[in-house]
């Protein structure tokens, strides 16, 4: 039996993140460094174009660099001929439900389909995750997509 999956890309655009975990395997933190813009515009640009697949933006957080994240959405043009672009994130920059809102609106506006969140666990409590943004970030993430 063959199995035909679904390509999946995982690109991660920052090393920046609003935790230290200590089991990172990319050692991303806050003092983590960030893809320039030009450099990222030059891979999205060469992203496959056709075909079903699936692109997860990840890093670090990418909303550690916002500014970079709504530049990568925006030359990648969201989702077309049969992509699928998903955001990895924390959590941690929901501080503001309608701040969190805004964030979400703007991003789903550049073409994103979804988050996908790691889990809100003492690993990552410990590492500086907040449990409120989390869960708002969760909740807000519910109602926008």
């Not at 990319?26 to 079903?52: F, I, K, L, T, Y």
């Not at 500014?67 to 030359?75: A, F, H, I, Q, S």
Request: proline residues 2%; glycine residues 10%.
């Amino acid at each position: 039996m063959v199995h035909d999956a679904k390509r999946q890309i995982s690109w991660a655009i920052t090393n920046r993140c609003f935790l230290a975990c200590d089991h990172c395997l990319v050692e991303s933190g806050p003092s983590g460094e960030s893809m320039d813009v030009r450099s990222a515009a030059r891979v999205a640009e060469h992203m496959p174009r056709g075909g079903e697949y699936s692109l997860e933006i990840t890093g670090g957080d990418p909303f550690s660099d916002l500014e970079l994240l709504r530049e990568v959405l925006k030359v990648l043009g969201g989702s077309r001929e049969g992509r699928r672009v998903t955001i990895h994130t924390t959590g941690q920059w929901a501080v503001d439900d309608e701040a969190t809102r805004r964030t979400l609106r703007g991003i789903r506006e550049l073409g994103a389909d979804g988050l996908d969140f790691l889990c809100d666990d003492e690993i990552h409590r410990n590492a500086g995750l907040t449990s409120e943004n989390y869960h708002r970030a969760v909740r807000i993430t519910r109602e926008v997509f």
